[in-house]
C-alpha cells in the first residue's frame, strides 16, 4: 500500500444511499440529511481511497442494500487493491424518534437502551443484539456505533435515552451481553463490529450540556467518581468489543492537560492501551478536525475541545500520537499523507493503525465477500419471532410507579369512556369508547414526553434539537395535566428519555407508568392488564430542580430525597 492508500483507511466519512439504490441518483434526485453536503460514496473511494461510511437517512432496505452493493463492486472494480467497504451506522431499533436513534421502521422495533436497563436481564439483551445483528447483516451494514456505555449519572444530560441506565454494575453486564449478541464469541462474516462508545465515560457533562457543542462546559468530576464510570467498559473488554470511540469532553483536571479525550494521550495510551490493554482499532468521534458550515452564516465549530488554536492537520497529528486510529465523521486524508512526507509522523506509525483496520475487514469476511443478499432482504427482516419479541421488549420495560386503589388494570369487559392525549384513537377503541371532551369521560390517558428546552444561545439547528435544560413542567404545559387530573382520575404514561421531575403530576394522577420506547398498543396491554410491566427505574427520579442543580455530575442516584429513587417499581 502506499500512504495515499494507507491514509485513507483511517477516515469514516458520512455518506448516504439513493432512493433507487444507485450510486449517482437518478437526475434530479436527492439524498436526505446531512450526507448530502458529503462527499458521494464514488468519488470518495476514487479520489480519497476511502473504505469506510457512516449512513445516517436511509431509503428503504431493498434500495439500501442495492445501494451497498453497489459501493462494493465499484470499490472492487476502480480500485488498485479493491478494498471492501466498511458500512457503519448507528442504531436504528429503537420504537423511539429520538436524535441518535435512526428508527428503521422495515426493522424489528425495541424499546432504547434505557428500556433494557430497566429489565435488567443480559439473555434478554444478547437476543436483542443478536437479532439487530441479523438485520444489519441482511442490508451489509457491518459496524455499529453502539453500544452506548455511558452512565446516565447528569440527570439533564440529553444522551441519557442510549444509556442503560446510571448503575455501573448492571451497564456492565449489559453491554458485555450487547456486544456477545452483535459479534458473537469472534468476528466473523456474520458478526457486526462493535464500537463501544464513549470511552472513559460520556455522562457526568456539566449542567447536562453536551460536548458536541462549543456551549458546553466541560466533563466535570466533583463526586471524584471518574473511575465508576470506566466500569461499564469492562464489559465491553471482556467481549472482545472490536473498536472503541472516546467522547469529545475534556476531562477537566483528571490529566496534566485539558483536553478532549481524542487528544488525550493519558487517557487513549496511557488508561485505554496500557492499563486496559486494548489493543482495538480506537476511532474518535465525529467531527473533531474541521469545521463544518451547515448553512449561511451557521459554522458548528470542530469539536477540537482544548486544542482549538490548531490547524486541522496539527489535530490529527496530536489525535494519532495520542492513540487513536480512525477519525470520524472527516474526510482529509491528506493531512495524514503531508505530516508523513514531512516526516512529522512515521510511516510505521500509519501502519500501526492500519493493520489494525485491516484486520477487522478481513475478520468480517468482507475481502471474501462484501455483498449483502440483495434478492432476500425482505425475507431476513422483521420476521415475526423477532418482531413479537421486540414487542415484548416494549411492554416488560415499562415500570409501574403508582397504581392508587388499583386502577389498574382497567376492566377489558367494561369498556370504560376514555378521554385520551397522543394516543391513537384507533387503538384505544380495541378495548374501550373514546369521548372528546374529558368531562365525558370516566378516565383520562395522557401520555407526555420528558421537558426539555431548546438551547438558546446558538443558531445550530442541531444544537436546537437536543433535549437540554430543565426537566419539569412548567407553567401552561403544568396546568394543563393538573386541570384534567383534577376533572377525572387519570392515567399518565411518561416517556423518559431523562428523569423528569413530575412531583406535582405524581401526586394528582390516579395511576403512573414510565416507558422506554413503547408503541399505543403496548401501552394498551399494559393498562388493561393483557401483559404486566416488569421494569425498575434505571434512574433515580429527582424530587425538585433544585435537587437536581445540587447533585453532582458524576455520582448515581445522589439527588435529595428523589420523588422515586433508583430501582422503584410498584408492587403490583
Known amino acids: 500500500m502506499n500512504i495515499e492508500e494507507k491514509a485513507g483507511q483511517m477516515f469514516i466519512s458520512g455518506a448516504g444511499i439513493y432512493e433507487d439504490g444507485s450510486l449517482r441518483g437518478a437526475p434530479g434526485m436527492k439524498i436526505n440529511g446531512p450526507a448530502e453536503s458529503m462527499p458521494r460514496i464514488p468519488d470518495a473511494i476514487r479520489q480519497q481511497r476511502l473504505s469506510h461510511f457512516n449512513v445516517w437517512m436511509l431509503p428503504g432496505m431493498e434500495a439500501t442494500a442495492k445501494g451497498i452493493a453497489a459501493a462494493q463492486q465499484f470499490a472492487i472494480d476502480s480500485t488498485r487493491l479493491g478494498i471492501p467497504i466498511t458500512f457503519a451506522t448507528d442504531p436504528r431499533h429503537a420504537f423511539s424518534e429520538a436524535i441518535f436513534s435512526l428508527t428503521t421502521r422495515e426493522f424489528s422495533l425495541f424499546p432504547e437502551e434505557l428500556g433494557f436497563g430497566a429489565i435488567g436481564d443480559p439473555a434478554l439483551v444478547r437476543r436483542f443484539a443478536d437479532i439487530a445483528r441479523q438485520e444489519y447483516v441482511a442490508v451489509g451494514l457491518r459496524l455499529a456505533l453502539h453500544p452506548v456505555a455511558d452512565l446516565a449519572t447528569e440527570p439533564r444530560w440529553p444522551r441519557n435515552a442510549y444509556t442503560f441506565g446510571e448503575d455501573a454494575q448492571t451497564a456492565k453486564m449489559l453491554t458485555e451481553a450487547y456486544v456477545q449478541g452483535f459479534q458473537g464469541e469472534q468476528l466473523s ?10 470511552f472513559p465515560g460520556g455522562g457526568p457533562q456539566k449542567e447536562g450540556l453536551d460536548p458536541h457543542f462549543e456551549f458546553q462546559k466541560g466533563q466535570v468530576y466533583p463526586g471524584d467518581n471518574f473511575a465508576y464510570h470506566m466500569i461499564p467498559f469492562e464489559g465491553a473488554f471482556a467481549a472482545k468489543t472490536a473498536s472503541i470511540m472516546p467522547y469529545y469532553g475534556v476531562p ?68 494519532i500520537e495520542a492513540g487513536c486510529d480512525q477519525f470520524g465523521g472527516e474526510a482529509c486524508p491528506e493531512h495524514i499523507v503531508s505530516l508523513v512526507k514531512k516526516g512529522v509522523i512515521s510511516e510505521a506509525r500509519i501502519d500501526e493503525s492500519v493493520r489494525r483496520i485491516l484486520k477487522q475487514k478481513f475478520q468480517l469476511g468482507l475481502f471474501d465477500n462484501p455483498f449483502p443478499d440483495v434478492a432476500n432482504v425482505s425475507k431476513n427482516l422483521r420476521k415475526p419471532e423477532w418482531v413479537a419479541f421486540g414487542n415484548e421488549m416494549q411492554r416488560r420495560a415499562m415500570v409501574m410507579l403508582k397504581n392508587d386503589n388499583k386502577t389498574l388494570p382497567l376492566s377489558t369487559t367494561a369498556k370504560p369512556k376514555l378521554f385520551i392525549q397522543n394516543m391513537d384513537k384507533t387503538a384505544v377503541e380495541k378495548f374501550s369508547t373514546v369521548v372528546e371532551k374529558v368531562e365525558d369521560a370516566d378516565w383520562a390517558i395522557l401520555r407526555l414526553q420528558t421537558p426539555w428546552q431548546p438551547y438558546e444561545n446558538t443558531n445550530n439547528p442541531f444544537a436546537k434539537g437536543f433535549h437540554h435544560g430543565d426537566l419539569d413542567f412548567k407553567g401552561k404545559a403544568l396546568e394543563e395535566v393538573l386541570a384534567i387530573c383534577r376533572k377525572k382520575p387519570t392515567i399518565v404514561v411518561i416517556n423518559l428519555d431523562r428523569p423528569a421531575v413530575i412531583p406535582e403530576i405524581a401526586a394528582q394522577s390516579r395511576a403512573l407508568l414510565a416507558d422506554f420506547g413503547a408503541d399505543d398498543a403496548a401501552v394498551l396491554d399494559v393498562l388493561f392488564g393483557i401483559v404486566k410491566p416488569e421494569g425498575k427505574l434505571p434512574f433515580e427520579l429527582p424530587s425538585s430542580m433544585e435537587a437536581v442543580r445540587l447533585q453532582k455530575e458524576d455520582v448515581p442516584h445522589d439527588s435529595k430525597a428523589p420523588l422515586f429513587p433508583y430501582g422503584f417499581h410498584h408492587p403490583q
Not at 190 to 196: D, N
Request: aromatic fraction near 8%.
Open 189 to 198: 462474516s456474520t458478526s457486526v463490529a462493535c464500537m463501544t462508545k464513549h
Open 252 to 319: 477537566t483536571d483528571q490529566t496534566s492537560e485539558n483536553v478532549g479525550m481524542s487528544y488525550n494521550k493519558e487517557i487513549i495510551t496511557g488508561l485505554l492501551r496500557q492499563k486496559f490493554g486494548y489493543d482495538g482499532i480506537v476511532c474518535t468521534d465525529w467531527g473533531l478536525l474541521n469545521d463544518d458550515l451547515m448553512g449561511p452564516g451557521i459554522v458548528w465549530k470542530a469539536r477540537a475541545w482544548g486544542v482549538e488554536s490548531l490547524t486541522p492537520e496539527q489535530r490529527v497529528q496530536k489525535i
